[in-house]
């Protein structure tokens, strides 16, 4: 039968492809007639939010996207930064939400391969992973399920291919206790001598199918992930993909053994939609069309038929444009690792889409109608922000007890600062994630410098390349350097990179625009805390239905944050993922929706790895400072997570970035590392200054005395705004002694009165003492009880839950 002889669909067959009855009408229009049964299908995957962006992709043009070191912007599998020293990154971040809801081991396992196929597609070798998790309370059984599946599903895939997970985070909060978010995030040093994109070209050149068999496994998976979730959602297991990462890693090391021949002209991974995404985003970007005859893709399964080749999801498969007459190099070289590799398809003229199937044509579609001429959403954006967030501005310090240097009045007893910072400490959003990063092959490699949990960003070292390829970059060709001078200056080179994922989802809550720029102002932060040049990001946007107006202003506010935060740190957008309809229905079937959440993998320069620090106290008689905002600043609990851990309270604002106080307190940091001046830093986050120092004991293993000195001038009614407020520039550093006249001369010229000396490290068994201005003690409490409560917070939840 041809795609022109299928009759119209019922309105039901519609709508279980993800597809609006307007969009078909548009559809039906654009081809003259009804698709087919598997036209139809392509069109929903293809036309699904997870692919073609329909909602979310007029507020992305407001990102910047260009940058001295930019080699590689948004559009292609991932985006690459120049690193000088002709070394160039690959990074991007994805998402697989959906996936690991349903089935978390599968569907987290997936999500590795995912993006690890999106950074070796490019050319370049995966050499790290970092996530970024959120569920709902780690009290729930379900919880615990999920997070337990979710983490061994990333320790398999990312510890059998073999690259270390070397950093992330992880919340906790009732928001996504039906919605769970596993975003992934990797990193690849280029080793190709170009750069490969995705885009076919050469009339008559061969498409070849390499990698992995096809199945039935992952059926719809890009409509399953632009659809609310349900209690019918356990039936869409199908739409869950099934890895094999030492296929995986049999795939790495043949494709960039075939890049480095210059056969392949263009490469593309079969992520989302499969051989639909490959073949109509090749066509389409290259200006051509691909004819693709599914009889010679190797199956793994009998009976398929053409609408389960276009959209399976199955695992480990890439889609090649070769050079004519060089096919058979390239399929000995896929032999050779075990793997499929088949001529498949040829590129044409004609920019359609042509899928074959038993002689005869089992679709034909234009390629842009797939990928790029695809519907657009842009809707109309409330004149006021919702009530839900007016009321929640309206909150005041006020409602709170009244609190002494004792504590605070609490369920009709005092609870006493010790206590207030224990039960912080003892919570698993602030909690130390070594449950989950030991189990995490975070080494492997050989190139982790700073363990998980000892810094604020990751730390990866650059390793020598045996082979430095020639740069075929405008930007390169404009450096060119002798190949031999070029090897030698790597192989002598002490160059790093950073990378840190980032997002208070709280504070994009209550304020999505402040919110997102606090969320790029952390991320910088945190890579300034290594000694690291912030660079450039990748985002991933989860977030509810767009359809429904409060989950659009969300998104768009956020959007609007990021655009203007990325623009006033100079970090340039090079791509990313957008995760919408991220809602589950409660009990009465009414669609709840998660916090707003634009993650954002940032990635920074190291120029000297030997000039890098942790957060922890280096040594007894050192030092502290507090750069950035006074301890005396007026910064608000609105937002806080003592203020919705201790009072049960999600209220208030988020605090407003100062990018002028951002950047130079960055350039301070970073600065004071790089002279040898600074032995620890670490930013003042979730907690508070309180939390900061006592994260700061605990990695260093040292006790600190802090003092509080208030200018007499100002009063202090709330020790706990001192204590535990958010939010503002604030980093923690430590400085050797002997250097403190150089280091306060420098901060006066630089940060002015913005900086405060607010203490020294002490010896372990001291512990952690907090002290007003007259002496009297706020806390004071032992390593040994903070260490307890924080690296026990998680395990001592799963082991409860086990024991009953």
Same mark, same amino acid.
Not at 244 to 251: A, H, T, V
Not at 426 to 445: C, F, G, L
Not at 647 to 672: M, S, W, Y
């Given at each position: ?130 996530? &970024? @998790?959120?569920?709902?309370? /780690? *009290?729930?059984? %379900? !919880? ?8 061994? =599903?990333? #320790? ?93 890693? &049999? @795939?790495?090391?043949?494709? /960039? *053994?075939?890049? %480095? !021949? ?8 079969? =992520?989302? #939609? ?531």
């Amino acid at each position: 039968m041809t795609a022109s002889s299928k009759p119209a669909f019922s309105a039901q067959e519609i709508a279980a492809e993800g597809i609006k009855p307007e969009e078909y009408t548009e559809i039906v229009r654009r081809l003259g007639r009804h698709p087919n049964k598997a036209e139809l299908g392509m069109f929903g995957v293809m036309w699904s939010e997870h692919c073609c962006y329909k909602n979310s992709r007029p507020l992305l043009k407001q990102f910047p996207t260009e940058g001295p070191r930019i080699l590689v912007g948004p559009g292609e599998n991932a985006g690459v930064v120049d690193l000088g020293d002709g070394l160039q990154l690959a990074f991007k971040i994805e998402s697989h939400n959906h996936p690991s809801a349903v089935e978390p081991f599968q569907g987290a396992a997936t999500g590795v391969g995912g993006i690890l196929r999106d950074i070796f597609t490019m050319g370049a070798r995966p050499i790290a992973l970092l996530n &970024s @998790l959120r569920f709902g309370s /780690l *009290e729930d059984a %379900k !919880t615990q399920r999920l997070f337990s599946g979710v983490v061994a =599903g990333i #320790a398999h895939y990312g510890n059998c291919v073999g690259v270390p997970t070397v950093g992330g985070e992880v919340y906790f909060d009732s928001a996504y206790s039906g919605n769970p978010l596993v975003n992934v995030m990797a990193l690849g040093l280029m080793e190709t001598p170009e750069i490969v994109k995705s885009g076919a070209s050469g009339l008559g050149n061969p498409v070849l199918y390499v990698g992995s068999t096809t199945g039935r496994d992952g059926m719809g998976g890009a409509s399953f992930a632009s659809a609310e979730l349900s209690d019918q959602s356990i039936d869409d297991r199908p739409a869950v993909q099934v890895g094999d990462p030492f296929l995986e890693k &049999s @795939l790495i090391e043949a494709c /960039l *053994e075939a890049f %480095k !021949t210059g056969a392949v002209v263009a490469a593309q991974d079969m =992520g989302a #939609a499969g051989i639909t995404c490959s073949t109509s985003e090749m066509a389409a970007k290259g200006g051509v069309g691909i004819e693709l005859d599914l009889d010679k893709i190797p199956a793994r399964e009998t009976g398929m038929v053409p609408y389960e080749y276009l959209l399976s999801e199955s695992q480990e498969r890439m889609l090649f444009v070769a050079h004519k007459g060089r096919e058979q190099e390239l399929i000995d070289i896929f032999h050779r690792w075990g793997l499929q590799a088949v001529v498949a398809g040829t590129v044409i003229a004609e920019p359609i889409v042509r899928i074959l199937f038993q002689g005869a044509v089992a679709a034909e579609i234009p390629a842009e109608a797939l990928a790029e001429n695809t519907p657009l959403y842009e809707r109309e954006l409330l004149a006021e922000p919702p009530e839900y967030a007016r009321q929640a501005w309206e909150w005041t310090p006020d409602s709170l007890p009244a609190c002494t240097t004792a504590g605070i009045e609490l369920q009709g007893g005092v609870e006493s600062w010790n206590d207030i910072l224990l039960t912080l400490l003892d919570t698993p959003t602030i909690a130390s994630k070594n449950w989950v990063y030991r189990q995490y092959d975070h080494q492997v490699q050989n190139n982790t410098v700073i363990l998980p949990g000892g810094a604020d960003a990751a730390v990866v070292r650059l390793r020598p390349l045996e082979e430095i390829p020639n740069r075929s970059t405008e930007r390169s060709r404009s450096r060119s350097v002798p190949q031999e001078s070029l090897k030698s200056q790597i192989q002598n080179s002490k160059l790093g990179v950073a990378a840190t994922v980032d997002c208070n989802p709280r504070y994009v809550y209550l304020d999505p625009y402040e919110g997102a720029k606090a969320v790029v102002a952390e991320a910088a932060r945190n890579l300034s805390c290594v000694g690291a040049e912030p660079l450039a990001v990748t985002d991933n946007l989860n977030f509810g239905s767009p359809e429904k107006p409060i989950g659009y202003w969300q998104l768009a506010e956020a959007c609007r944050g990021l655009a203007e935060g990325c623009r006033e740190l100079a970090t340039p957008v090079t791509g990313g993922n957008v995760s919408l309809y991220n809602e589950t229905l409660d009990s009465q079937g009414i669609p709840q929706p998660i916090y707003p959440t634009p993650v954002v993998g940032m990635v920074g320069l190291i120029p000297d790895i030997t000039k890098i620090c942790g957060q922890g106290w280096q040594a007894s008689g050192d030092v502290i400072y507090l750069l950035g905002l006074p301890l005396a600043s007026k910064i608000s609990l609105g937002a806080s997570e003592y203020l919705a851990t201790i009072h049960n309270t999600v209220a208030g604002k988020p605090p407003r970035i100062d990018f002028d106080l951002e950047r130079r307190v960055q350039k301070v940091c970073r600065e004071g590392i790089r002279n040898g001046w600074v032995r620890s830093a670490h930013d003042s986050a979730e907690g508070g200054v309180a939390i900061a120092i006592a994260e700061c004991c605990i990695a260093g293993n040292l006790g600190a005395e802090i003092n509080l000195e208030i200018p007499p001038t100002q009063s202090i009614s709330r020790f706990d705004e001192l204590l535990f407020a958010e939010g503002g520039t604030r980093i923690l550093v430590s400085v050797a002694s002997a250097q403190q006249e150089i280091w306060e001369s420098y901060l006066q010229e630089h940060l002015g009165q913005e900086w405060q000396r607010v203490g020294t490290v002490c010896d372990y068994e001291i512990g952690l003492g907090v002290f007003t201005t007259d002496n009297q003690a706020l806390i004071k409490v032992r390593i040994e009880d903070m260490n307890d409560r924080y690296s026990h917070a998680i395990a001592r939840r799963l082991a409860i839950h086990t024991s009953t």
